[in-house]
């Protein structure tokens, strides 16, 4: 079954407003991952988030874990046109093969 | 920079023929992986590979194969293709240590089987 489940399927903001996107998942996991995948192109990893981390940071990325509900939220601030993109999380449970992807959230952004 | 080459971005081909996607990796990880992504179902592990002439299958294997003759490079092999078949095949590279990093994708190749 799959792991990571992506809330919404699609969402569609105005430029430079914040957009907010969050994942569930089922069994135990050591960490979670987001990754970015522009139309037609392959993904690219964005953040990695350890389960015994609560919050990460990296530029306008926020994720934060919650391990006692099983969910991740990635909060984009400030968004830009160029963040259009459909966004998977990932929920790792050991090696790379356990790694298990949701099936992403469409983000638009209206310039 | 990790760079994952996906020789063909676009095939198209025919109910029942052979066809090959190749993938090129050129920082020296041990492991590498196919996946299908279709709309709604996400990635999908098809089958990976730890080490030359190593490989295993991931979750949904049927009517596919591998092979992994070279460390650089892992095929993927539909012998027989079928219109289910048709989607976005992706390969990605996974380094030896830390088993919980991240995996770097090539761009795609996106098959239509007719």
């Known amino acids: 079954s799959q792991q990571g489940e992506e809330d919404p399927q699609a969402l569609s903001i105005q430029e430079g407003e914040n957009a907010t996107m969050n994942c569930s998942y089922k069994?135990?996991?050591?960490?979670l991952q987001w990754y970015r995948q522009n139309s037609g192109r392959g993904l690219v990893h964005l953040i990695l988030i350890r389960s015994n981390e609560r919050e990460k940071h990296s530029g306008r990325l926020r994720v934060t874990l919650d391990t006692s509900k099983k969910s991740s939220s990635l909060l984009i601030t400030a968004s830009r046109a160029a963040d259009t993109a459909s966004y998977f999380c990932?929920?790792?449970?050991?090696?790379?093969?356990?790694?298990?992807f949701g099936s992403g959230t469409q983000l638009t952004v209206l310039p | 920079d990790v760079k994952v080459t996906q020789s063909s971005r676009y095939l198209v081909k025919r109910t029942g023929e052979k066809v090959f996607l190749e993938c090129v990796q050129d920082?020296?990880?041990?492991?590498m992986f196919w996946y299908r992504q279709d709309p709604g179902l996400g990635l999908r592990l098809i089958y990976f590979?730890?080490?030359?002439?190593?490989?295993e299958k991931g979750d949904i294997p049927e009517g596919y194969s591998v092979s992994r003759e070279k460390k650089e490079r892992f095929s993927l092999i539909l012998e027989s293709a079928s219109t289910n078949q048709t989607s976005m095949y992706l390969c990605a590279t996974h380094p030896p240590r830390g088993n919980t990093g991240e995996l770097f994708f090539g761009e795609g190749s996106r098959l239509t089987v007719l």
């Open positions: 990932a929920a790792g449970r050991g090696s790379a093969r356990q790694l298990t």
């Open positions: 590979s730890y080490d030359v002439k190593m490989k």
């Open positions: 920082m020296d990880h041990e492991n």
């Open positions: 069994t135990s996991i050591n960490n």
